[in-house]
């Protein structure tokens, strides 16, 4: 039963992202995959090559948080990837696409 003089309040709800989820790069950058305020349900995909020549693992740092240094945001989680060897040892060589869906 509705009171008189009072509308209905109308409800929008919307879900976003309360936190930047992020991967630590090199020089312990914070790099942001889903920014905070994003619309979800989301998906994202980026690219990601070595840093060094002839580098055989890539350690992969998951961040919760706004800030640009790595150490001053949570860490979620980490894992730890062999490469294959690159023949030619190049640097930058692409070799992981790093997918995140909320």
Known sequence: MEQKGKKPIAKHEYEYSPVTLSIQTAGSISTPLIRRGTPLPYDTTQVFSTAADNQESI????????????????????????????????????????????
């Open 59 to 102: 350690e992969i740092n998951i961040l919760l948080g706004e800030r640009p240094l790595a150490k001053y945001n949570i860490s979620i989680g980490k894992c730890l990837l062999n490469v294959l060897a690159d023949h030619t040892g190049n640097t930058g060589l692409r070799i992981l696409a790093s997918s995140f869906s909320i």
